[in-house]
C-alpha cells in the first residue's frame, strides 16, 4: 500500500508541471502584456518597452520559463506583475477563501442532496421521487449567474435577511457566516441536484446486487439492509464525483465571487488572464492543479476504506 | 415534545439567530467613509502607477508640491508654500512650508522632495508617467526648505504635472527599508491619511493623520481630517455596488454607476447625486496607415453621420456632452469656437461624401467598392461603456451604408495591438488638464506609433504644438490650439465623441465632499467631508 | 493509476438497440425532451419567420419597455425586441453545442481509440488528459478565448477542448475492454484490419456511452458558453447570445429584470431539454436501473 502512495505521488509531478507549462506557453505565444496596462494609454513606445525589460518580458519564452522554474523550485513563486505583491501571498489568500466559499457549499449540498437522493431511491417511483428528481433536473439547468443574482436580489435586497456581498471575516465569526451565506447557497444550490441524483441512482443499483437481496431474503429490516449495506457501497461513485467535482467547483466559484465580491481565487484568476499576470496565473494553475490531484488521492483512499474488495497493488 | 423534536428545534433557532440578524451592512463604524469601486489599484508607490484608482488614493496618502484647484486653471501651494519663476521661465524656485512630517514621524525635507522627483524621473525606475517631467534638466536642494527645479526649455506645464497624483513626494527612508515591497505593504507620506489595511481586491483603509497641518487652501479645512477612516471597497459587479449604496449602507458613495439608474437615483431623497464635469474625450481615432481609411471621404462621412447627442442622452442619460473637437471645454485654454469647425450630424452629407467617392450601395445597405465592402473593424476596450456606445454608432453608420465590425478586447491585449498599428478605427479616451495633454501626445508626429496611433504628422502641427509648451503669451497659445484644433478637425482623423460628466453618488448624509476633475480621480484629498449619524 | 471515469463511462453489456428504442420512447420526459428540441432546431433553422422583428435594429426610443402587445418579452436597454433576439440566440447557442462537442468528441474520441491501441502512446496520451483535467474547466476556456481573441468561434474552440479528456476516457476504456475480448483475437487471427475491429466492434460499443455523454455534454457546453459570455468573453456585441443578452441586463436587475431574466430561462430550457434525453438515453442504453 505504501509503495503505491509514494508511486502516485511521483506521478503527479509531472502533471503539475505539465501543467504549469502548458499555461506558460498559451499566456506567452499570445498577443497582450501587463507592460502595457501598467503604463497606460499615454505612455510613450519607450517607456512601455521600458518597463517590459525592467520586467523581464523581453526575453525568449523559454529563458522566462526556466527562470521562472528555478526560483519556484527554491519556493520563491515570484511578485505579481500589476501588484507587485508576492504571489505565494496573494494565491495563499484567495485560495483559502475560495476554499471557505467551496466546502461551505459543499456541506450543506452533500446534507440536502444525498438525504434527498436517499429518500428518493427508497421510496421509488413515488411521487416523492419523481418530484424532487424533477427538481433536481430544474436546479441543474438553470445558470449560476442568475441564480446568484436572483438569491441576492431576494434574499439581500427584497427581505434584508444577508449581506449583499463582501466577505465579512474568518468563517468563523458571525458577520463571517453571515457574509458567506448567500454565495454558498448559490454554489452549493448547483450542486445539489447532481448529488440527488447520483445518491439516488447509485442506491438503486446498490438495491438491486445480490448481497443485497440475500440480506433481504435473511428477513432484515429495510432500514438495515439500505443503511448498512447498500449506502456504503451507493457511497463510492458519488465519493468519486464529489473528488471530481471539486476542482470543478474552483471554476464555477468564479461567477460567485464576482457577484458577490468575493476575494477568492476564481476572481483572481480572470483578472490574472485578462491582464496577463503571468506569475499570478501560473500560481493559481499551480494551486488548483495541486487540489485536484490531493483530491484525487484522497477519493482513493475513501474508495479503498469504503470498498474492502479493492485492493492496491 | 421529543428530545429530538427539541434538538432539532434548538439548532434551528440558533443558525436562524447567527444567520438571520440583522443586516450587518451599515457597519458599525462610525465617521467612515465607505467608498465602492469595481476593482483594485495595484500600488501606491506614485513612481510605478498610472491608474486613476491609484491617484485618488495618493492624493489622500501624500502631498504634493502645488494643486491644481477645483477650477481646473490656477495653481494653488502644496508643499510648497510659494515659488518663483526665473524671466527665462527655466528656472523654478519652491519654498517649502515648516513643520510638514511624514507619517513615520520623520521631518519633511528639500532633500526628501529632491528625491522624489528624481526617482520619478530615472530611467531605472520605470515610472509609466516619466514622460510628464522629461523636460526636468534637474532638480537641486540647495537648503532644508528650498527646491530648485531646472528645466531645458520654457515649460508651460511643469506646474499642472507637479500637481498630478505622480508628483506626490515619497519618504526615502521608506523605500529603502521596504524596497519592493514599498507601495504595498507600506506606505509612507505626508496627507491627510494614513495607510491601515489593504485586503487586496477586497478592501483598503486609511485612517486619519491627526497632525496633519499643512492642507491646501483650496479646501476648507487645512488641518486633519474630520473622518475617522476612509474604506474602499472593491466590488466588481454593477449591480451590487447599486444594492450596497441605495439599500445596505454598505457604502455611502460610488463614481461607478449603472447610467440607467440615474434618472431614478436623481429624484431618491436618501441620496444625493453630484454631477460635474472633467477633462476627458472619448473619439474614434483612424488610423491613416490603413487602406480602407486613407480617404477623407470615408472620415469626413463617419463625423458626418455618427449622432452624439444620441449617444450622451440614450447612452448616458444626459451625463456629459457632445464633443465637437479633441479638447475638453473645460480646461484651461479650451477653444471657445471650436462648434465653427466641428462637423454636424447629417447623414445627407455623410452619403454625399460617400457618393463622391464612388462607395455604392449594396443590395444589403452597405455600400461597396470595387467588390470590397465598407466594413469598419473597430478596437475599443471590452468595458467602461464601449460595447454600448460602439454599438449605438453601429446602427448611425448602417443608416449611410458602413457596417462596423466591433473588436472588443480586454485591456492587456488591446495596447499591444494598437502600438502595432492593427486597427483600423479605435475608440479610446482620455483624460486631461490641458490643450497640450491630448494634442501632443496624440498628433505630434515623433510620438508615432504610441501614443500617435493614427500615423498622424503634419510638420505645422508639430510647430505649433511645442511653440505651445514654451510660448509663455496665453493670447498665443490659445491662437496656438485653435489652430492645432482646426487642422486636426479638418484632417477628420478623429471622430470627437464626446466629453463625459460624472457623477458621484452619495449617501444624503455625506457632506462636503466635492468633486475634482483633475484626471478623472473624483476624490481628491477628503479633509473637508464629514458624515452625519 | 487508478481510473476516475465518470460511474457511467464503463461499457454496459451491449443492449439491443431494438430495446433501447422501446424503452425510450415509454420514457415520457425524454421524449418530452427530444420534443422540445426538436422544436428548437426548427425555431433555430427558421428563425427569420418566427422572430417578429429584427433582433439587431436599435430604436433607442422603445428601450427598457416591459412585455408588451408590441414586444411580447420586452425589449433590452437599446430599445431590441428581446423575443426576436431569443429566437436568434437560438442558431448560436445551438450552433455553440454543436460545434463544441463535435470537436470534443472528434478529437477526443480520436485520441481515446490511439491511445486503447497503442501501448506507445498511451501513457502521454493520458498524462496529457490529466493536465488537461487539473485545469478548472472554465479558466482553461477563458486562457483559450484570451489567447485567441473574442468571438463566438474562438468560444466554441475553447469549450470544445475542455470536453476532450472525458470523450477520451470513455473511448480508451471502451477500446481496452473490446480488445481482450475472445472474438476480436479471433478476428485478428483471421487477418482482420484494426480499421475492422474498430468499425464493427469497438464503435458500436463505445457507441452507447458516448451519445449518451455527447447529449449532456450538449448541455454543459451551453451553459459554459454562456458563462463565458456573461464574462464579457464570448459573443461580440451586436450577436444575439443568450449569455451575452443576459451579461448586458445583470446591471438592471434592480429595474428591469426581465433583460436578463428571459435569457436566462431560454438557457434554462435548452439545458434543461439536453439533460432529458440524455438521461433518457442513458436509461434505456443502460437497463441495469429498471425493476
Not at chain 1, 479503498?304 to 474488495?309: Q, T
Amino acid at each position: 500500500m505504501r509503495v503505491y502512495i509514494v508511486r502516485r505521488l511521483l506521478l503527479t509531478v509531472p502533471t503539475i508541471l505539465g501543467t504549469s507549462l502548458l499555461v506558460f506557453l498559451i499566456l506567452h505565444l499570445v498577443p497582450g502584456d501587463p507592460a502595457s496596462v501598467i503604463a497606460g494609454p499615454a505612455a510613450p513606445a519607450d517607456v512601455v518597452a521600458n518597463i517590459r525589460t525592467q520586467l523581464g518580458l523581453d526575453q525568449p519564452i523559454l529563458v522566462q520559463y526556466w527562470r521562472y522554474l528555478s526560483s519556484a523550485l527554491h519556493g520563491d513563486l515570484g511578485r505579481s506583475i500589476l501588484s507587485r505583491r508576492q504571489v505565494s501571498d496573494e494565491v495563499a489568500g484567495a485560495f483559502l477563501n475560495t476554499l471557505e466559499l467551496v466546502i461551505a457549499a459543499r456541506v450543506w449540498s452533500l446534507l440536502i442532496g444525498i438525504p434527498i437522493g436517499v429518500l428518493a431511491a427508497a421510496r421509488r417511483r413515488s411521487i416523492f421521487d419523481k418530484l424532487s428528481m424533477v427538481t433536481a433536473l430544474l436546479g441543474l439547468s438553470l445558470p449560476i449567474f442568475w441564480i446568484g443574482l436572483m438569491a441576492m436580489w431576494l434574499f439581500a435586497v427584497k427581505l434584508g435577511w444577508f449581506p449583499i456581498s463582501g466577505r465579512g471575516g474568518p468563517m468563523w465569526t458571525a458577520a463571517g457566516l453571515q457574509h458567506l451565506v448567500l454565495p454558498a447557497l448559490t454554489l452549493g444550490g448547483v450542486q445539489v441536484p447532481a448529488l440527488a441524483r447520483l445518491t439516488r441512482s447509485s442506491l438503486l443499483e446498490a438495491l438491486n446486487q445480490d448481497y443485497v437481496r440475500t440480506a433481504r431474503a435473511k428477513g432484515l429490516a429495510e432500514r438495515l439492509v439500505v443503511a448498512k449495506h447498500a449506502l456504503k457501497n451507493a457511497m463510492l461513485p458519488v465519493v468519486t464525483v464529489i473528488g471530481l467535482q471539486f476542482a470543478g467547483l474552483l471554476g464555477g466559484a468564479v461567477v460567485t465571487e464576482t457577484i458577490f465580491s468575493w476575494p477568492g481565487l476564481g476572481r483572481l484568476a480572470v483578472t490574472a488572464i485578462l491582464t496577463r499576470d503571468f506569475p499570478i496565473v501560473q500560481g493559481t494553475i499551480l494551486v488548483s492543479a495541486v487540489t485536484f490531484v490531493t483530491i484525487n488521492l484522497l477519493t482513493d483512499f475513501l474508495y479503498a476504506v469504503l470498498d474492502p474488495r479493492i485492493k492496491y497493488t | 415534545m421529543s428530545t429530538r423534536t427539541a434538538w432539532w428545534s434548538a439548532l434551528t433557532v440558533a443558525l436562524l439567530l447567527t444567520l438571520g440578524g440583522p443586516t450587518p451592512g451599515a457597519q458599525a463604524q462610525p465617521n467612515t467613509l465607505i467608498i465602492g469601486q469595481p476593482t483594485d489599484a495595484d500600488s501606491l508607490d506614485p513612481h510605478k502607477v498610472s491608474a486613476v484608482i491609484a491617484v485618488e488614493r495618493m492624493y489622500n496618502l501624500y502631498d504634493t508640491l502645488v494643486n491644481l484647484d477645483f477650477n481646473m486653471e490656477t495653481i494653488v501651494p502644496g508643499l510648497a508654500e510659494s515659488w518663483k519663476i526665473s524671466p527665462d521661465g527655466k528656472t523654478y524656485t519652491f519654498k517649502l512650508k515648516r513643520g510638514v512630517k511624514f507619517h513615520s514621524g520623520k521631518a519633511l525635507t528639500a532633500q526628501d522632495v529632491k528625491y522624489s522627483l528624481d526617482r520619478w524621473r530615472d530611467p531605472a525606475t520605470a515610472s509609466p508617467t516619466r514622460s510628464r517631467v522629461a523636460e526636468v534638466e534637474e532638480v537641486t536642494a540647495p537648503d532644508e526648505q528650498t527646491v530648485v527645479i531646472r528645466t531645458k526649455d520654457r515649460s508651460n506645464y511643469l506646474l499642472f504635472n507637479l500637481a498630478s497624483g505622480f508628483a506626490s513626494i515619497v519618504n526615502p527612508d521608506a523605500i529603502k527599508q521596504h524596497g519592493a515591497n514599498y507601495g504595498t505593504l507600506a506606505v509612507d507620506g505626508t496627507g491627510p491619511f494614513k495607510f491601515k489595511e489593504w485586503v487586496l481586491r477586497d478592501r483598503f483603509v486609511v485612517e486619519r493623520n491627526p497632525e496633519y497641518r499643512w492642507g491646501p487652501p483650496m479646501f476648507k479645512n487645512r488641518g486633519p481630517a474630520k473622518l475617522d477612516r476612509v474604506v474602499w471597497r472593491v466590488i466588481p459587479e454593477d449591480a451590487t455596488r447599486l444594492f450596497e449604496l441605495e439599500q445596505g449602507g454598505g457604502i455611502n458613495v460610488s463614481r461607478w454607476i449603472t447610467f440607467s439608474e440615474l434618472p431614478r437615483l436623481r429624484k431618491d431623497p436618501k441620496l444625493r447625486v453630484v454631477e460635474y464635469k472633467v477633462g476627458y474625450v472619448v473619439y474614434l481615432g483612424f488610423n491613416m496607415n490603413k487602406e480602407l481609411v486613407q480617404d477623407i471621404h470615408v472620415r469626413r462621412a463617419v463625423n458626418y453621420a455618427v449622432k452624439k447627442d444620441d449617444i450622451v442622452n440614450e447612452i448616458f442619460y444626459g451625463l456629459g456632452t457632445p464633443a465637437q473637437g479633441p479638447v475638453s471645454p473645460i480646461v484651461a485654454g479650451a477653444w471657445k469656437d471650436v462648434g465653427k469647425a466641428a462637423y454636424e450630424y447629417s447623414p445627407a452629407k455623410a452619403r454625399a461624401q460617400l457618393d463622391e467617392a464612388g462607395w455604392k450601395p449594396g443590395s444589403d445597405g452597405i455600400r461597396v467598392k470595387n467588390g470590397k465592402r465598407l466594413v469598419l473593424p473597430i478596437h475599443a476596450i471590452a468595458g467602461y461603456g464601449y460595447p454600448d456606445t460602439l454599438t449605438l454608432i453601429q446602427a448611425q453608420l448602417r443608416e449611410v451604408g458602413i457596417d462596423v465590425e466591433q473588436v472588443l478586447l480586454e485591456e492587456a491585449a488591446i495596447w499591444g495591438r494598437l502600438a502595432a498599428g492593427e486597427h483600423t478605427v479605435m475608440a479610446m479616451g482620455n483624460p486631461h488638464s490641458n490643450p497640450d495633454e491630448i494634442l501632443m501626445f496624440y498628433f505630434h508626429s515623433k510620438n508615432r506609433p504610441t501614443p500617435n496611433r493614427f500615423g498622424f504628422a503634419d510638420p505645422k502641427v508639430d510647430a505649433l504644438l511645442e511653440e505651445g509648451r514654451t510660448n509663455p503669451d496665453k493670447k498665443r497659445q490659445q491662437e496656438i490650439y485653435a489652430e492645432v484644433q482646426k487642422k486636426v478637425i479638418e484632417s477628420a482623423v478623429w471622430v470627437p465623441l464626446w466629453h463625459p460628466g460624472r457623477a458621484m453618488i452619495m449617501s444624503a448624509r455625506v457632506t462636503d465632499l466635492r468633486p475634482h476633475a483633475i484626471y478623472d480621480v473624483g476624490y481628491h484629498k477628503l479633509v473637508d467631508v464629514s458624515i452625519a449619524p | 493509476m487508478a481510473t476516475l471515469a465518470p460511474p457511467d463511462a464503463e461499457a454496459a453489456p451491449a443492449a439491443s438497440h431494438s430495446d433501447a428504442w422501446r424503452r425510450l420512447r415509454r420514457d415520457g420526459a425524454s421524449l418530452a425532451g427530444a420534443a422540445c428540441l426538436a422544436a428548437l432546431v426548427l425555431i433555430a433553422i427558421f428563425a427569420p419567420l418566427v422572430a417578429p422583428q429584427d433582433p439587431i435594429r436599435v430604436a433607442m426610443r422603445e428601450r427598457l419597455q416591459t412585455p408588451s402587445r408590441v414586444h411580447w418579452l420586452g425589449t433590452d436597454q437599446f430599445g431590441r425586441d428581446i423575443l426576436s433576439r431569443i429566437v436568434y440566440g437560438t442558431r448560436v447557442s445551438l450552433t455553440v453545442g454543436l460545434i463544441a462537442v463535435g470537436i470534443g468528441l472528434g478529437l477526443g474520441a480520436t485520441l481515446g481509440l490511439v491511445a486503447g491501441f497503442s501501448r506507445r502512446l498511451d501513457y502521454p496520451i493520458i498524462a496529457i488528459m490529466d493536465v488537461l483535467l487539473s485545469f478548472p474547466q472554465i479558466l482553461l476556456a477563458i486562457a483559450i478565448v484570451a489567447a485567441l481573441g473574442p468571438g463566438i468561434f474562438n468560444t466554441m474552440i475553447a469549450v470544445g477542448i475542455g470536453s476532450v479528456p472525458g470523450f477520451t476516457r470513455i473511448t480508451r476504456s471502451s477500446t481496452l475492454s473490446i480488445r481482450e475480448r475472445d472474438y476480436v483475437e479471433a478476428a485478428r487471427a483471421l487477418g482482420a484490419t484494426g480499421a475492422r475491429i474498430i468499425r464493427l466492434h469497438v464503435l458500436p460499443n463505445a457507441a452507447a456511452p458516448l451519445i449518451v455523454v455527447a447529449t449532456l455534454s450538449m448541455a454543459g457546453a451551453i451553459l459554459s458558453a454562456a458563462i463565458l459570455s456573461f464574462l464579457g468573453l464570448g459573443a461580440r456585441p451586436p450577436m444575439a447570445e443568450w449569455g451575452a443578452m443576459a451579461a448586458d441586463g445583470r446591471g438592471l436587475i434592480a429595474q428591469y429584470p426581465h433583460v436578463a431574466t428571459f435569457p436566462s430561462l431560454a438557457i434554462f430550457v435548452v439545458v434543461l431539454a439536453f439533460n432529458l434525453l440524455g438521461d433518457g438515453l442513458r436509461d434505456a442504453l443502460d437497463p441495469q436501473l429498471e425493476d
